[in-house]
T-cell receptor, first 112, second 117 residues
């Protein structure tokens, strides 16, 4: 089955700096790669996603890149703000009815 | 707005009790999932269902069973609760890509924090 590794497990940055979180996956059939943000005490919510036919996608301060050959994808957050502090999860989904395999999560702390 | 609702936010049960966690979604999604979230272990899939009465084991199904009698409802059952099942349980739903569509994001419930004493 699919295996997703996520790094780093914790990340601390200064407000205004950039943050990068990386994930690798094992199943070359995976075709959809969402990123979720989970604030303390709340449910995970989608912040950005990318499909396997696209190499990069951007939404304001957030971007995701995908390298299918190397089987890794990354989340980039620019101009970080304290409200970006949360746990971020990557996921990879193949053809099996949308079953998501999640990374273990990255706890991002943005210091004011 | 998609809504996934879990029946309880907090539960405290005794060892050996049979426990039911209920999840309802209102967007006609084919897929429904039960995850367990523990610190440092991310989101681990217990069971998922891609249609009524259909179910597949996830990564950690031992000690759990599920029921999906109606499309909108997916129940997680702990046959005999144990202390190592103390955790946060998250339900999710999504549209299915298996019938020729595209896989899409999962929408999560608010979570049930279960404590087994």
């Amino acid at each position: 089955g699919e295996n997703v590794e996520q790094h780093p497990s914790t990340l601390s940055v200064q407000e205004g700096d950039s943050a990068v979180i990386k994930c690798t996956y094992s199943d070359s059939a995976s075709n959809y790669f969402p990123w979720y943000k989970q604030e303390l005490g709340k449910r995970p919510q989608l912040i950005i996603d990318i499909r396997s036919n696209v190499g990069e996608k951007k939404d304001q301060r957030i971007a995701v890149t995908l390298n299918k050959t190397a089987k890794h994808f990354s989340l980039h957050i620019t101009e970080t703000q304290p409200e970006d502090s949360a746990v971020y999860f990557c996921a990879a989904i193949g053809t099996n009815a949308g079953k998501s395999t999640f990374g273990d999560g990255t706890t991002l702390t943005v210091k004011p | 707005d998609v809504k996934v609702t879990q029946s309880s936010r907090y539960l405290v049960k005794r060892t050996g009790e049979k426990v039911f966690l209920e999840c309802v979604q209102d967007m006609d999604h084919e897929n429904m999932f039960w995850y367990r979230q523990d610190p440092g272990l991310g989101l681990r899939l217990i069971y998922f269902s891609y249609d009524v009465k259909m179910k597949e084991k996830g990564d950690i199904p031992e000690g759990y069973s599920v029921s999906r009698e109606k499309k909108e409802r997916f129940s997680l059952i702990l046959e005999s609760a144990s202390t190592n099942q103390t955790s946060m349980y998250l339900c999710a739903s999504s549209l299915s890509g298996v019938w020729g569509g595209m896989n899409t994001e999962a929408f999560f419930g608010q979570g049930t924090r279960l404590t087994v004493v």
